[in-house]
């Protein structure tokens, strides 16, 4: 339960914080719900203004949001009609599925004996959704034969300390219930005491010198092929962007040089442009609410990309979780996803989150020499890209 009360808009940003942490709502597997009058306007959640607590909440939801994966609901029409304003809110675990939204993202208001009206909305939490934030321990298995028998006894006793009655005779229901005592005691010791089988690859025994060697070639191979591929859509683009196409004038037999395309576009670091580029669109995309499906696409389970950095098969969709984490570019925004060295066919990534560029310890791939990183971040938008204004297309 959370009441906001009028005012104290610094604190009120600040207890959130320590509520969120202390829950522990970064967990996929706690989910949470607040509704409540925040009394919070903002134009984000259609108010005609913005007051301080408004202006604080939707600064920290843009900072936190992915975190804790909130996804915030409010009403089609003014839920304080008074005021005309949006002040009864959501923020909901976006893997919670509401089920009788208006429109498919507004909730719904119902008049009430009070200066607010209600609102109304349903969850579904079908078995489905459940199980896919359950835990799989299909796949435990448990070396018995390596167990400390004396260390599983001793856990055993701490578990179970439960006394059965000796003068009397028990009920059914009490004997299933010390049954179920007994049973459950077991188990927890098992998990406690007892060491686990590692599952190995049941491939690597038929991996030998020349396999690896066949492997590492046809990943050079499909790196030349992708590489061509990416550069030719890449130069179309900004030719269309620019308009530097060959011209009738010339019958058009005048080559227009890459060197020359680049520098009209003022792009100096092509790794860096990317990087920028797609950064600013997931920022934009990732402010859509309306739609469910773009909204859901933003805020996927952190765990499963936490596991995927260790194979190396990492789908695009991890790139704002990449970025949150300091993967992709250091605080003098190199791209060290880019320059970091990697073998052929192992694509994990080793290093750790926020590295530094500069650090001597790490022999990086490519040179890092590089303008004025501030100043090319500042003229993202007003000189750089200029040919990616609406304007142009």
Same mark, same amino acid.
């Given at each position: 339960f959370v009441y906001a009360r009028c005012g104290g808009h610094k604190e009120f940003i600040p207890e959130l914080s320590r509520l969120f942490e202390s829950l522990k709502l970064d967990n996929p597997d706690n989910l949470f719900l607040i509704a409540r009058d925040l009394n919070a306007r903002h134009t984000d959640w259609m108010n005609r203004g913005n007051n301080p607590r408004g202006t604080s909440l939707s600064i920290w939801l843009k900072k936190y949001s992915f975190k804790? +994966?909130?996804h915030l609901l409010s009403t089609k029409f003014p839920s304080y009609p008074n005021g005309n304003s949006f002040l009864d809110i959501v923020l909901a675990d976006a893997q919670l599925n509401f089920t009788n939204l208006t429109d498919d993202h507004y909730?719904? /208001?119902?008049? &009430?004996? /009070?200066?607010?009206?209600a609102v109304s909305f349903s969850l579904s939490l079908n078995v489905e959704d459940v199980l896919l934030l359950a835990k799989d321990d299909s796949n435990i298995k448990f070396n018995y034969r390596k167990t400390n028998w004396n260390k599983f006894q001793k856990t055993l006793s701490e578990e179970y300390t439960t006394v059965i009655p000796n003068d009397r005779n028990l009920s059914i229901t009490e004997i299933e219930e010390h049954i179920r005592t007994c049973d459950n005691a077991i188990l927890k010791s098992i998990e406690k005491s007892v060491p686990r089988i590692t599952d190995k690859d049941s491939v690597s025994p038929y991996i030998n010198h020349k396999t690896?060697?066949?492997?590492?070639?046809?990943?050079k191979i499909l790196t030349y092929i992708h590489r061509a591929h990416r550069k030719k859509l890449e130069r179309r683009c900004l030719r269309s962007c620019l308009n530097l196409n060959r011209s009738a004038e010339s019958d058009y037999t005048k080559y227009v040089p890459n060197a020359t395309? &680049? +520098?009209?576009?003022k792009i100096l670091r092509i790794d860096n442009f990317i990087i920028y580029l797609a950064r600013s669109n997931f920022d934009q995309a990732s402010k859509i609410f309306q739609n469910s499906l773009i909204f859901a696409a933003f805020y996927p389970n952190p765990l499963y990309f936490q596991h995927t950095l260790s194979s190396g098969y990492i789908p695009p969709e991890a790139f704002i979780f990449l970025d949150s984490s300091g993967l992709i570019q250091d605080q003098f925004n190199i791209p060290i996803l880019y320059h970091a060295p990697r073998h052929s066919h192992i694509k994990s990534i080793s290093y750790p989150p926020f590295t530094d560029s500069r650090n001597p310890s790490i022999r990086w791939k490519f040179d890092m020499a590089i303008p004025d990183s501030s100043i090319l971040k500042n003229k993202i938008y007003s000189t750089n890209y200029w040919w990616l204004s609406n304007s142009r297309l």
């Open positions: 804790f +994966r909130i909730l719904n /208001s119902l008049p &009430y004996d /009070s200066d607010h009206n690896k060697k066949l492997q590492k070639r046809k990943n395309l &680049y +520098r009209t576009a």
